[in-house]
T-cell receptor, first 111, second 111 residues
Framework: EAQVTQNPRYLITVTGKKLTVTCSQNMNHEYMSWYRQDPGLGLRQIYY???????DKGDVPEGYKVSRKEKRNFPLILESPSPNQTSLYFCASSFSNTEAFFGQGTRLTVV | EDQVTQSPEALRLQEGESSSLNCSYTVSGLRGLFWYRQDPGKGPEFLFTLYSAGEEKEKERLKATLTKKESFLHITAPKPEDSATYLCAVHGGTSYGKLTFGQGTILTVHP
């Protein structure tokens, strides 16, 4: 089954404790992205990747890091999480100008 | 900078009452406009892609249209199961990786 898998689905952490949210796709897509979704602000792109070792900033990259060492994986790293990074996060993948497939989301709470 | 504005923010319909959702966009060279449906707590689910003005796509009770400045999602004779948030997004500029979303329209269909 074609899918984008994120882990964990739910995460509660404390301010400053480094965390990684994993994302994996099985569709051989070149493009992968991370988004955060907040009430009243909609979906905002954090980072995207066009292929292995090629990444670029989206609209809200501050406080986040990404890496693309393999085509299928695109982890999101928060080196020092803060409460304003509490949000619902989505990973997505696609071919160049086709529709994006989204994961089920990761609900992150930073206290 | 690409911008996407959706209206109305929320729409309440009676079952069978047809209506339209609007997506206005400003991009430097439209490469694609996408409509997604999102159910609470889940990732967006792809509905349509439109690439050029005048293009139309249909799926069951939904029809998407595109002009040079806006797109409409027409809902004909909606049912309660059509209740969801409908998101519009655009690929613009020089990179297929950059995807900008509107804030969405929350549609509620009452039986």
């Amino acid at each position: 089954e074609a899918q984008v898998t994120q882990n964990p689905r739910y995460l509660i952490t404390v301010t400053g404790k480094k965390l990684t949210v994993t994302c994996s796709q099985n569709m051989n897509h070149e493009y992968m992205s991370w988004y955060r979704q907040d009430p009243g602000l909609g979906l905002r792109q954090i980072y995207y990747s066009m292929n292995v070792e090629v990444t670029d900033k989206g609209d809200v990259p501050e406080g986040y890091k990404v890496s693309r060492k393999e085509k299928r994986n695109f982890p999101l790293i928060l080196e020092s999480p803060s409460p304003n990074q509490t949000s619902l996060y989505f990973c997505a993948s696609s071919f160049s100008n086709t529709e994006a497939f989204f994961g089920q989301g990761t609900r992150l709470t930073v206290v | 900078e690409d911008q996407v504005t959706q209206s109305p923010e929320a729409l309440r319909l009676q079952e069978g009452e047809s209506s339209s959702l609007n997506c206005s966009y400003t991009v430097s060279g439209l490469r694609g406009l996408f409509w997604y449906r999102q159910d609470p707590g889940k990732g967006p689910e792809f509905l349509f892609t439109l690439y050029s003005a005048g293009e139309e796509k249909e799926k069951e009770r939904l029809k998407a249209t595109l002009t040079k400045k806006e797109s409409f999602l027409h809902i004909t004779a909606p049912k309660p199961e059509d209740s969801a948030t409908y998101l519009c997004a655009v690929h613009g500029g020089t990179s297929y990786g950059k995807l900008t979303f509107g804030q969405g329209t929350i549609l509620t269909v009452h039986p």
